[in-house]
């Protein structure tokens, strides 16, 4: 099993940056892949970032390529998301799940461990 715990979230300017943090506690977090997941009010939680065992394999939503940048470390078992060029429309709460599969998934049904959520105001 898995902790995590998400952090680094606040109200910023359209325009600002923010980076997130997942901190993992209680197994062997290197062999987890890590996913960041974000969620509006009303709206279904949606996929954002996904990286993989090492710090190779990265995927992206269209909606935030270019924009955001997931990173890991191992050694201090955390997930990182710097956000750049936050627009109003990524205002929501980020969570980060963790599984241990061979691929990056970007349905959170094939998440088992989740953090509890940390929340992102971005102003126009």
């Known amino acids: 099993q898995v902790q995590l715990i998400e952090s680094g979230g606040g109200s910023v300017q359209a325009g600002g940056s923010l980076r997130l943090s997942c901190a993992a506690s209680?197994?062997?977090?290197?062999?987890?892949?890590v996913g960041w997941f974000r969620q509006a009010p009303g709206q279904e939680r949606e996929f954002v970032a996904g990286?993989?065992?090492?710090?190779?394999?990265?995927y992206y939503a269209d909606s935030v390529k270019g924009r955001f940048t997931i990173s890991r470390d191992n050694a201090k078992n955390t997930v990182y998301l710097q956000m750049n060029s936050l627009k109003p429309e990524d205002t929501a709460v980020y969570y980060c799940?963790?599984?241990?599969?061979?691929?990056?998934?970007?349905?959170?049904?094939?998440?088992?461990?989740w953090g509890q959520g940390t929340q992102v105001t971005v102003s126009s």
């Open positions: 799940a963790a599984t241990q599969t061979l691929r990056v998934a970007s349905s959170a049904r094939q998440y088992d461990y």
């Open positions: 990286i993989g065992w090492s710090d190779v394999l990265r």
């Open positions: 209680g197994s062997t977090f290197s062999s987890y892949v």
